[in-house]
């Protein structure tokens, strides 16, 4: 397992896991996260000799939870041969190095977990270089960690002692790397917008796969489009966006992009460093939300799919809502499921039942997105016509009076761009 820049030691094997149960919790919502927590542990090849819930009234600034019930946990992680505390709940830097400093054992938090999860499944330099971003962020408040022993040193005079003069150069040295690694990605962002541009060059629409980690999204896209992505019973079993074409009836086409899954108490640096990765759904002209029937959690899938979603700023796009594993969920899952999001699709990657209804609605949205559509640009606005010879269909071109009256097709995602200058458009608000 892969570690931050402090003084624990690198070889951990067993982990204790505590989860938190807070006021503002739905009862049984903690017990759920550690369960998920126990999955993630598990993908960093750790063993979980242990775990427990703590009921918590209000949070303390040293430990998050009071003294004496902090020492008896720290006793009973010792107890079972624990090497490293995992808490479901975010913790300060300080309240790290105060457990640290307590258990005598590496701590770490939930974020720290998906961060190693995270890293240990990237392998494009795309989501090599965001998840390395992620982590230095999140490693640059806590060095004090890796200089315990040294902040102790308090020379005289300004300059501090060897500590504070080391630790001041190990934070420039971060501090460097993340605009590094930004200056990366802004090079990453761009060649993948020149590919972007090529591929709507050609009025194909388009269409993401998201949904929660684990949901069957990557195997739905390999039933779908015969491709073949890496599909494994794992969380974050894949990082990378990967773009595939689907063929479907009456010669439509539609480009469908797989994303990386989403997960309750996704880091927010997370959410930052991925955007690159995640433009594919803000540009997507449709998305297409897996869920997995089967899992006792859909419910809460569901609703943090569709808050990443809106944290992205994408949460008014036309979302196509499936549920996946229907071969292995019970009538009472698929009635739950009807309720939830009523009018969603039912389907099984694994026997490909549904399938054909599912191709279906994407023709159905395809022709309702793009629908040809008669234009009329002013002389002075080449620019328009410019856009959309590139992102568009020109199907019939001709000049009037002082301007150019145009009949095309052009991609939902630039629907904004082209509206005002639709004949028998609503006038635009001043």
């Known amino acids: 397992?892969?570690?931050?820049?402090?003084?624990?030691?690198?070889?951990?094997?067993?982990?204790?896991?505590?989860?938190?149960?807070?006021?503002?919790?739905?009862?049984?919502?903690?017990?759920?996260?550690?369960?998920?927590?126990?999955?993630?542990?598990?993908?960093?090849r750790l063993a979980v000799v242990g775990s427990t819930l703590v009921n918590l009234r209000a949070p303390t600034p040293a430990l998050l939870l009071g003294t004496g019930k902090a020492q008896e946990l720290a006793d009973t992680a010792k107890a079972a041969g624990a090497d490293v505390i995992v808490f479901d709940e975010q913790l300060s830097p300080a309240q790290q190095r105060n457990w640290e400093e307590l258990a005598g054992v590496a701590v770490i938090d939930r974020e720290e977990v998906i961060l190693e999860v995270f890293a240990d499944r990237a392998h494009t330099r795309e989501a090599v270089l965001q998840v390395a971003l992620a982590r230095m962020e999140y490693s640059l408040p806590?060095?004090?960690?890796?200089?315990?022993?040294?902040?102790?040193?308090?020379?005289?005079?300004?300059?501090?002692?060897?500590?504070?003069?080391?630790?001041?150069?190990?934070?420039?040295?971060?501090?460097?790397?993340?605009?590094?690694?930004?200056?990366?990605?802004?090079?990453?962002v761009q060649q993948r917008g020149v590919?972007?541009?090529?591929?709507?060059?050609?009025?194909?629409?388009?269409?993401?796969?998201?949904?929660?980690?684990n949901a069957g999204k990557s195997s739905l896209l390999n039933t779908l489009t015969g491709a073949h992505v890496l599909a494994e019973d794992k969380l974050f079993a894949t990082l990378d966006p990967t773009t595939r074409q689907l063929q479907l009836r009456g010669n439509h086409k539609l480009l469908v992009t797989d994303t990386v899954g989403f997960i309750r108490r996704l880091p927010h640096?997370?959410?930052?460093?991925?955007?690159?990765?995640?433009?594919?759904?803000?540009?997507?002209?449709?998305?297409?939300?897996?869920?997995?029937?089967?899992?006792?959690?859909?419910?809460?899938?569901?609703?943090t799919t569709l808050s990443v979603?809106?944290?992205?700023?994408?949460?008014?796009?036309?979302?196509?809502?499936?549920?996946?594993?229907?071969?292995?969920?019970?009538?009472?899952?698929?009635?739950?499921?009807?309720?939830?999001?009523?009018?969603a699709l039912f389907v099984s990657a694994h026997t490909r039942a549904g399938l054909d209804e599912l191709e279906a609605r994407c023709v159905e949205l395809i022709a309702d997105a793009f629908a040809p559509s008669e234009l009329l640009v002013p002389h002075d606005r080449f620019d328009v016509i410019a856009r959309l010879h590139e992102f568009g269909e020109v199907q019939e071109e001709e000049h009037v009076d002082g301007a150019v009256r145009i009949k095309g097709r052009f991609p939902p995602a630039q629907a904004g761009f082209f509206a005002p200058f639709i004949v028998g458009a609503p006038p635009a608000r001043p």
């Open 142 to 188: 806590r060095l004090t960690r890796a200089w315990t022993h040294l902040s102790r040193q308090r020379g005289k005079g300004g300059l501090g002692g060897e500590g504070e003069t080391q630790l001041e150069q190990d934070r420039r040295l971060v501090r460097d790397r993340i605009a590094h690694l930004k200056a990366e990605l802004v090079e990453v």
């Open 195 to 213: 590919q972007r541009r090529r591929r709507l060059r050609v009025p194909v629409p388009t269409a993401s796969i998201v949904g929660y980690t």
């Open 269 to 303: 640096g997370l959410v930052e460093a991925f955007k690159a990765t995640l433009e594919e759904v803000v540009v997507a002209d449709f998305l297409i939300h897996v869920l997995d029937v089967s899992n006792p959690n859909v419910e809460q899938h569901h609703a």
């Open 1 to 44: 397992m892969a570690v931050f820049p402090t003084d624990k030691p690198s070889n951990l094997q067993r982990a204790f896991l505590i989860g938190v149960q807070t006021a503002d919790m739905a009862p049984g919502e903690a017990a759920e996260l550690l369960g998920e927590l126990k999955e993630l542990v598990e993908n960093l």
């Open 309 to 343: 979603l809106g944290e992205l700023g994408a949460a008014d796009k036309t979302i196509l809502t499936v549920f996946n594993k229907i071969d292995v969920a019970t009538e009472a899952q698929l009635r739950a499921a009807r309720h939830l999001a009523p009018g």
